[in-house]
């Protein structure tokens, strides 16, 4: 530069691809495929594992309650926190008592120790769930950045497809064992992280004034990808400078020291609740898929049980509530279901289904990661969810048709699944990229609250809808919670380009144009060894 003075932005978006990303990538997938094996096979996978009370619906259902109460808390706590005083400060911790939290687990005993154990495995894991994106945001070389931070979500299907493997195929296995080996992944996890595979954000530690160990993060990043690093400590400094009127001894900026932008956080709040409200209108749509289908292809089962039986001898059709019984794997999808509406049979439909699933899911998360190199984000936010609206629309004919059309519900709902963790990844992109490093981890752990919110609120909505509506309003209800979605994305300010440079502190808004040339600019000012 012609001040002989760069950014720490420049410092980490000028790097290129080499050991350094893939060892971000490899501890961004291990963490997403632990927390999906965790999230995903309680209701599921845990239905078909020897424990020492009852799996019923009831029991399961408060488990799933547990958990996700626990990831509430430590979303909305852990982003506040990696604000404050550091995004590695809450992610070893985490780590280190999920991994200890196996052996809080072998411990319990009966249904309440089981709970209480669930939820204090949500309280420890769920904070990585708001915490790790925006670290490997702050990481990862400007280009591409999209495909970088979608391409290792396609860990979260990985790991609920092997916790339902798993769980299915060893129905011997005590469920303490069971979850004590879906959090050995942290504990490897941590070891990688102690190991300085995932380092802290020299964007925040310049941002909060700790220059030199933001400093040696530099050196040991460049150290990792073979490269010297050609500035000296003083000739970096933070992406925005102080305001007119305010110097600081040691050329630094303090976190809120942006006065002239105290005007912009409403329309920031602004953006960040619709934000919130689109991840959340997506999780219930798919959540609601994954738990409203099933039960919807079981009804349609049970319904052509009901015929056969009604055509034989009266005798045959008192016989009916003992005929027809209600496994514990199937109600633990939902513990309302009647018990006269299952029968025992269907239940492998929901496994293969859900198998089908996750398996679509995860291809399909690395297609459009792939896409995003050459895909706006607006435009992949907005296909996406008009896709997933569709693809619904296809799913339920499916299970609605019967017969030789079941086989396609699987991979159906796969791509549906698809589609939605695609928009949902872009959004937690947009919302890495919209918001300043000041700030970052706490606006994307909210929208994170609001994703998991829908969650849990999507067993109930879905499972009423299912089984009191009739198949039509189904196929309406289901699609239209995409469209809702769909227009609320309407209002973000999503990027007409691939991807959009970080910033670290609030600054006033640049045309798109304008932002794109500093962007360019600032990559040509960097040194021919590092751009290529």
């Known amino acids: 530069m012609s001040d ?45 594992v020897s424990s020492e009370w009852p799996t019923t619906g009831a029991n399961l259902s408060m488990m799933s309650i547990a958990l996700a109460c626990g990831n509430l808390v430590a979303i909305v706590v852990g982003g506040w926190a990696a604000d404050q005083y550091g995004r590695t400060t809450v992610i070893r911790p985490a780590l280190l008592l999920t991994a200890c939290c196996g052996t809080v687990l072998q411990t319990a005993r009966t249904l309440p120790q089981a709970l209480l154990a669930h939820f204090l495995l949500g309280l420890v894991s769920g904070a990585l769930i708001g915490v790790i994106p925006p670290l490997i945001a702050e990481l990862l070389p400007a280009r591409n950045r999209g495909f970088y931070m979608t391409i290792w979500c396609s860990g979260w299907p990985a790991g609920a497809l092997l916790s339902v493997v798993v769980g299915c195929l060893s129905p011997e296995l005590n469920w303490r064992t ?12 941590y070891l990688c992280v102690r190991a300085e595979m995932l380092p802290e954000s020299p964007r925040y530690l310049y941002l909060v004034g700790k220059r030199d160990e933001g400093y040696n993060t530099l050196l040991d990043i460049y150290e990792k990808e073979q490269l010297p690093l050609p500035w000296a400590a003083e000739a970096i400094a933070v992406t925005c400078a102080p305001p007119a009127g305010q110097s600081l001894e040691d050329g630094t900026v303090q976190l809120n020291c942006h006065s002239a932008c105290k005007r912009l956080v409403s329309s920031s709040t602004t953006v960040a609740a619709w934000l919130a409200a689109a991840t959340f209108l997506t999780s219930v749509a798919g959540q609601s898929m994954k738990i409203g289908m099933p039960l919807l292809l079981l009804r349609s089962e049970s319904e052509v049980a ?16 003992t005929a027809i019984g209600t496994p514990s794997s199937v109600m633990s999808f939902f513990a309302i279901m009647p018990p006269h509406s299952l029968s025992a049979e269907p239940r492998y439909y ?15 998360i690395i297609l459009c990661a792939y896409a995003s190199t050459w895909v706006r984000q607006r435009q992949l936010v907005r296909w996406s969810l008009a896709s ?3 693809l619904t629309l296809l799913a339920v004919l499916c299970a609605r048709v019967g017969g030789v059309a079941l086989a396609l519900c699987g991979p159906v709902i796969g791509l549906q699944l698809a589609a939605q963790a695609c928009s949902v990844n872009f959004l937690q992109v947009f919302a890495t990229e919209h918001f300043p490093t000041s700030r970052r981890a706490a606006v994307f752990s ?8 829908g969650d849990l609120v999507a067993p109930t909505i879905g499972a009423l809808v299912v089984e009191r509506l009739p198949k039509g309003l189904v196929i309406a209800f289901f699609s239209t919670l995409y469209v809702m979605a769909w227009l609320v994305s309407a209002r973000l300010p999503l990027s007409s380009s691939r991807e959009r440079p970080l910033h670290d502190v609030d ?3 640049m045309p798109e144009g304008v932002r794109s040339q500093g962007s360019e600019a600032r990559l040509d000012e960097l040194p021919d060894a590092l751009i290529n």
Not at 25 to 33: N, P, S
Not at 178 to 189: C, D, K, Q, S, Y
Not at 350 to 364: D, E, K, M, R, T
């Open 350 to 364: 929901v496994i293969l289904i859900l198998a089908q699933a996750y398996l679509v899911q995860f291809l399909g």
């Open 388 to 390: 997933a609206a569709l």
């Open 446 to 453: 909210r929208a994170c609250f609001a994703a998991h919110l």
């Open 507 to 509: 600054e006033p808004p």
């Open 4 to 48: 002989g003075f760069v950014t720490v932005a420049q410092c980490v978006e000028g790097l290129p691809l080499g050991r350094f990303v893939w060892e971000l990538l490899f501890c961004a997938f291990l963490a997403w495929f632990m927390l999906g094996a965790i999230n995903e096979s309680t209701t599921v996978a845990f239905s078909y």
């Open 306 to 321: 009901h015929r056969a039986i009604n055509s034989l001898t009266l005798v045959q059709h008192q016989a009916l509530p």
């Open 178 to 189: 069971f979850h004590t080996g879906l959090v050995v992944p942290a504990l490897v996890l």
